[in-house]
C-alpha cells in the first residue's frame, strides 16, 4: 500500500539535544531524520539487534562514533554510512552549521 507521510505527520522525538522525526516504523522499515545544532551530540542509540542501519548527511558536518568498535567517522553533506547491527552509536554536530540526517534500517522478520 502507498502512503504519503507528510512533514508535520510525523513522530517528533526529543532525545537530549537531538530532534527527530520519524517518518515511517514498521516492522519491514524505520525511516526518521534527525537534526543538531553546532556543538550538540546526539544520544547514544544502543544499535538494532537484527538490523544494519544506514545515516545518510542531508547538511552538515557530523562525527559517527562507533562505540562497540570504537570507531570515530567524519562524514559531511552527501557522506552516508553503514552501521553493524547492533552497534552502538552516537553522532556529533562538529560543524559550523544545524546538521540534518536521514536514518534508515529494515529490521529482521
Given at each position: 500500500?502507498?502512503?504519503?507521510?507528510?512533514?508535520?505527520?510525523?513522530?517528533?522525538?526529543?532525545?537530549?539535544?537531538?530532534?527527530?522525526?520519524?517518518?515511517?516504523?514498521?516492522?519491514?522499515?524505520?525511516?526518521?531524520?534527525?537534526?543538531l545544532l553546532p556543538g550538540q551530540k546526539a544520544c547514544l542509540?544502543?544499535?538494532?539487534?537484527?538490523?544494519?542501519?544506514?545515516?545518510?548527511?542531508?547538511?552538515?558536518?557530523?562525527?559517527?562514533?562507533?562505540?562497540?568498535?570504537?570507531?570515530?567517522?567524519?562524514?559531511?553533506?552527501?557522506?552516508?554510512?553503514?552501521?553493524?547491527?547492533?552497534?552502538?552509536?552516537?553522532?556529533?554536530?562538529?560543524?559550523?552549521?544545524?546538521?540534518?540526517?536521514?536514518?534508515?534500517?529494515?529490521p529482521h522478520l
Amino acid at each position: 500500500m502507498t502512503k504519503v507521510i507528510r512533514y508535520n505527520d510525523t513522530r517528533n522525538l526529543l532525545e537530549g539535544d537531538e530532534f527527530t522525526k520519524v517518518y515511517c516504523h514498521t516492522d519491514k522499515l524505520i525511516f526518521a531524520t534527525s537534526t543538531l545544532l553546532p556543538g550538540q551530540k546526539a544520544c547514544l542509540d544502543k544499535g538494532h539487534k537484527d538490523a544494519d542501519e544506514t545515516c545518510y548527511v542531508i547538511e552538515g558536518h557530523i562525527a559517527v562514533h562507533l562505540t562497540g568498535l570504537d570507531e570515530v567517522h567524519e562524514l559531511q553533506k552527501g557522506d552516508c554510512i553503514l552501521i553493524p547491527q547492533g552497534e552502538p552509536h552516537y553522532t556529533v554536530n562538529i560543524g559550523t552549521i544545524q546538521s540534518v540526517t536521514a536514518w534508515a534500517c529494515a529490521p529482521h522478520l
